[in-house]
């Protein structure tokens, strides 16, 4: 799953650009259909055209930037490379040279479609994939000028002609099996029109919504209901008839997404909401006016796959419904408020005001279903990623390369046995949590002079390092050095960072943060807090479902997971509140932050919000210190 979510956000790339392409292309055709071809409608149409006719190909650049290990240049070259080899093996005019075809016209339609968005992501993963394992590639000497970075697009060029042979079988026949399966819907009437729209949305993904879209929209069966309806009394159209595979998308596109859209915005990481508020808001306009719905279907396409299945059901209701109804509607570019201006007159249009009705009940339907199902399953929709799963774009990475993390990295792995003795490595909220081939080479004095706090072995192979709440760069920090993505610091290590004794006051008084029975730290159920490793404080066993903050400060740290949340109060004193023990485990899952890291807080704001019947449900204990991290002389009293 941590794949597809993975992809989910790398199609974020590509398709963040598209609301605006999809906008110009819609005025460009609005002004093309009211005032006629104009130097206006050519300009605007061909910019919008120049994405959203190459959408494919942004999606295989910006998967290939986005599955990689880290962002490098040579990744999207890769993705290119092999975009440019599978197109155009698998053209329709290299086909007739491979098959002696004696004119183009003999080859299979399929390959005239093959640059859609499912060869672009399967062109992106080629890329990305021949990027983390071919970009570290060793030759001999004599060929060592194709070593490293420059054997990833080779190596993504020879993978892609074996890909292009299986889809030189594979296409026609999957995309000829599509069209004989959208005659046979014809025969099924509204319950047909139904199926179809369902269908058309599960294709869309793959780009195989095409092959039904012709059987439907054009004239391979005698169905051609989108040419009959712009041709209006003048074509072949029947009133009441032709539109009925075309009305059932406005409400959904114009109404029903942008819904969903909202549902996500609401639902969506406090400290997130800004970042994908824009990406959902253009991409909602352009599905409303545009009738463009790719930017926001796969927002949520492949993080939350359920999401889209729920949502190609209700197309297809959408246009069961319409096709039963008095409602008949076409379009000439998609189903947007464009089209349905433009079509409102025209003489085979019935009830168009019926679509707007339709429209205003599916925005409620899309909201309310898609609030429900995120919360209820907490889907990762946009802005509710896990704090490991998000993209590497350089968003909020810190410049280890040159900052005391790099010091404390390297002097940490001299510490534990150096990067063979490391078999994983991965963080909580204060602490490096690691597997290690031999426990007994692991330094604890040395940990502790490159900056660590504390160490544990829990048990077996596992050893665990506190160093407080900045422990994420210090992770960064050691697999960029493990990698070999950046040298080994000559700086000294940097100084030791918790318990360290600072101005802070020997007794915070502050306001209990979370309702619950009050305990020692020694009655929590983990060493390291137990022992008082990570700082004094003490602890809560939650009743309460909110945490506040306990006095005015600033929110220094908001772990995007949600479980644990640091403070510095107008003091000077620095706080820790661990919400249950080892809930880092869980990956977000029942926690829901309020507040975005940064924030200025009043005493008695919400932090936030948990479910402490799922951290139960997870057979791990809710019990909650409160932490002091910057005294260890200090004291807690609750006011």
């Known amino acids: 799953m941590k794949f597809f979510q993975r992809l989910g956000r790398s199609i974020m790339l ?75 093996l698998l053209k329709p005019e290299t086909v007739q040279v491979l098959t002696g075809a004696a004119e183009l016209e003999a080859v299979d339609p399929a390959y005239g479609k093959i640059q859609n968005v499912f060869v672009g992501i399967i062109c992106g993963l080629i890329g990305a994939w021949s990027y983390n394992r071919f970009k570290n590639t ?53 319950v047909g029109a139904g199926i179809y729209g369902m269908m058309n949305r599960l294709l869309i993904p793959l780009g195989l919504h095409h092959a039904l879209n012709s059987v ?84 949520f396409l492949f993080l939350a796959p359920w999401l889209y299945v729920i949502h190609a059901v209700f197309m297809g209701i959408s246009m069961t419904i319409s096709a039963l109804l008095p409602v008949r509607m076409g379009f000439g570019f998609s189903g947007g408020f464009i089209d349905l201006v433009l079509g409102w007159v025209n003489p085979l249009a019935q009830n168009p005001w019926l679509i707007l009705v339709m429209g205003v009940a599916w925005f409620v339907i899309y909201f309310f279903v898609f609030r429900f199902v995120i919360l209820k399953f907490q889907l990762k929709t946009p802005g509710r990623e896990d704090e490991d799963e998000t993209l590497s774009t350089g968003e909020g990475e810190a410049g280890v390369g040159d900052s005391k993390y790099a010091a404390v990295a390297a002097g940490f792995l001299a510490g534990l046995g150096g990067q063979a003795n490391i078999l994983s490595l991965d963080n909580c909220a204060t602490r490096l949590r690691l597997e290690v081939a031999d426990p007994s080479k692991v330094d604890e004095a040395a940990l502790r002079r490159a900056g660590a706090a504390g160490t544990m072995k829990p048990g077996g192979k596992s050893v665990q390092v506190v160093y407080g709440l900045n422990v ?124 975005e890291q940064g924030a200025e807080v009043r005493k008695g704001d919400a932090l936030v919000s948990f479910d402490v019947n799922a951290i139960r449900a997870a057979g791990l204990s809710p019990i909650t210190p409160v932490i002091v991290v910057n005294n260890e002389d200090a004291s807690i009293q609750f006011s």
Do not use: C
């Open 138 to 190: 060793k030759l001999p000497d004599w060929l060592s000028f194709f070593s490293g970075k420059r054997s990833v697009a080779i190596v993504s060029a020879g993978l892609s002609l074996v890909v292009a042979i299986v889809l030189f079988f594979v296409w026609p026949v999957v995309y000829g099996g599509l069209v004989t399966f959208g005659e046979w819907i014809l025969t099924l009437g509204p």
């Open 472 to 595: 994420q760069f210090v992770k960064d920090a050691m697999e960029d050095l493990m990698d070999g993505r950046e040298p080994a610091p000559a700086a000294a290590p940097a100084p030791q960072t918790m318990s360290v004794a600072t101005l802070a006051p020997a007794v915070v008084r502050i306001a209990q943060p979370i309702a619950g029975r009050v305990l020692p730290l020694s009655e929590v159920p983990d060493p390291m807090f137990a022992e008082q490793t990570m700082g004094p404080g003490v602890a809560i066993d939650p009743t309460g479902d909110t945490v506040v903050a306990p006095a005015d400060g600033t929110v220094t740290t908001m772990f995007p997971t949600g479980h644990a949340v640091g403070l510095t109060l107008a003091d000077g004193t620095e706080l820790l509140i661990h919400i249950g023990i080892d809930t880092v485990s869980l990956k977000g899952e029942g926690f829901r932050p309020l507040v």
């Open 14 to 88: 590509p398709v963040a650009v598209l609301p605006v392409a999809a906008i110009l292309s819609g005025l460009g055709y609005w002004i093309k259909e009211t005032a006629g071809d104009n130097v206006a409608s050519a300009f605007f149409a061909a910019a919008g055209g120049a994405l959203l006719d190459n959408m494919a190909l942004l999606f295989a650049i910006g998967i290939a930037i986005g599955m990689a290990e880290k962002p490098d240049g040579t990744s999207a070259l890769a993705g290119l490379v092999s975009w440019l080899t599978i197109t155009t």
């Open 216 to 299: 439907f929209w054009f004239d391979i069966a005698g169905i051609n209901d989108l040419q009959n309806f712009l041709d209006g009394a003048n074509g072949d159209g029947v009133p009441g008839v032709t539109g009925q595979y075309m009305t059932g998308f406005f409400p959904v596109m114009m109404f029903g997404l942008p819904g969903a859209a909202l549902a996500m915005y609401v639902t969506a990481k406090t400290a997130r909401r800004k970042v994908v508020g824009g990406i959902l808001l253009s991409a909602s306009v352009a599905s409303f006016f545009v009738g463009v719905t790719e930017p926001l279907e796969f927002s």
